[in-house]
């Protein structure tokens, strides 16, 4: 790695790693080269950008002090909010640079998204994104089959948080981390297709390998818990959108899950915006698309 980009990349994971996520560096080149003109980074291609990813250890690092310090206010998204507040301090910690932050959820007003994570998630190395043409001759004839990324040493455990580029940082000679292949074998890409298509709910498709550490009882809950429902699992219901000027304590217990509502399905790990939208919610998309967003 050449040691711009291993510095820089050093100066965010010091900033973000601590409270449970993880930084992948990418040039936007290889990100556009997957995907059509109107969806690309609108930056030359040698810029230097990171992808970021959350782990199973962002819930107790990252979410639950942000909480407690009352960094949200109004409350609306607790999840959301967390991560721009966190991907905020990426850019303070590098003023002398322009950075542009993307959160996975950010679209134009158009409604198209402002990058599609999956793909750069594929392409930064951090997970393999398995799609419907991974899977050779495949048994699902006509039908609407969505691609899921997997993460090498989490699983589905995980979720694509969002972008940062660095403008006017370019480094043509980064040399491209292919995605570990993790679930190589064809009757495994099928089972985990299925699962992640047809059984998102109960969990299983997260399991397609061994993962390190998967999510809590009490962070299953939560984001099997409806998103306008969240806030009063937490015990968080907003009762005034004026924010408030002394911190609140707020305590966490163990949630006993709940069966989702039908169309509302948990945090796909490898899927932004599926805390939101069921995979199958959306038409088929190109290959390296995101069918989340």
């Not at 721009?84 to 959160?103: C, D, F, K």
């Not at 089959?145 to 043509?172: D, M």
């Not at 190589?184 to 397609?208: C, K, Q, V």
Request: hydrophobic share 40%.
């Amino acid at each position: 790695m050449e040691p711009q980009v291993a510095e820089l990349k050093q100066k965010i994971e010091d900033t973000l790693c601590p409270f449970g996520f993880e930084v992948y560096p990418f040039q936007v080149a290889w990100y556009n080269a997957l995907l059509p003109p109107a969806f690309h980074l609108p930056l030359p291609g040698p810029t230097l950008a990171f992808l970021v990813l959350s782990t199973p250890a962002m819930f107790d690092r990252a979410l639950k002090p942000f909480l407690q310090s009352c960094h949200l206010q109004p409350l609306t998204d607790p999840v959301d909010q967390c991560v721009a507040y966190h991907l905020g301090r990426v850019r303070e910690s590098l003023p002398e640079m322009q950075v542009e932050v993307i959160a996975d959820y950010e679209v134009h007003p158009n409604r198209r998204p402002k990058i599609l994570a999956q793909t750069a998630a594929h392409v930064a190395g951090a997970a393999y994104y398995y799609q419907r043409q991974d899977v050779e001759s495949d048994p699902w004839g006509t039908q609407h089959i969505s691609g899921v990324c997997i993460h090498p040493r989490f699983g589905g455990w995980f979720a694509i948080r969002g972008a940062v580029l660095l403008r006017g940082i370019e480094v043509p000679d980064l040399p491209p981390t292919k995605p570990l292949d993790c679930v190589p074998a064809r009757a495994d890409r099928i089972t985990l297709l299925e699962r992640f298509n047809f059984h998102w709910r109960d969990w299983t498709y997260r399991d397609a390998v061994p993962p390190q550490e998967r999510y809590s009882e009490e962070q299953k809950a939560y984001f099997s818990t409806p998103p306008a429902q969240r806030l009063a699992l937490l015990g968080l219901a907003q009762t005034s959108e004026e924010p408030s000027s002394t911190s609140q304590e707020l305590h966490f217990t163990t949630f006993i899950p709940r069966k989702p509502q039908r169309g509302i399905p948990a945090e796909a790990g490898s899927a932004p915006g599926s805390h939101h939208l069921h995979p199958l919610a959306l038409d088929t998309l190109p290959p390296l698309w995101d069918p989340h967003l």
